[in-house]
């Protein structure tokens, strides 16, 4: 099985997940909860986080999440909604309350 790492700030979490797991399967692999999902479909933003490290391994943005993000002030281009993503790759995330 090929498995990324995902490690999430300032939790200090390293979870490994097959590649191509959508990030809402973090809640399944920790006790904690380092993302506060919520409607899980891009709509409510309580997932936000900011990509640190490894943007693309978390794939292209669709437009409606950029919209989404430009509407919560997020703009610049790190920003994600976590329930969006799938990991692709090793990426280093921080939760987007703790910014």
Not at 1 to 8: A, E, W
Not at 39 to 62: F, H, M, N, W
Request: glycine fraction near 12%.
């Amino acid at each position: 099985m090929n498995l990324k790492k995902l490690t999430i700030l300032p939790a200090g979490i390293d979870v490994l997940l097959p590649a191509g797991s959508p990030l809402t399967e973090v809640e399944y692999e920790v006790q904690q909860r380092p993302i506060p999902f919520g409607c899980r479909s891009g709509s409510c933003g309580a997932c936000v986080i900011e990509v640190l490290d490894g943007l693309a391994s978390l794939g292209d943005p669709d437009p409606d999440e950029l919209d989404f993000l430009e509407d919560l002030g997020r703009t610049g281009g790190t920003h994600r909604l976590a329930c969006q993503c799938r990991l692709r790759g090793d990426a280093t995330v921080r939760v987007a309350d703790d910014i």
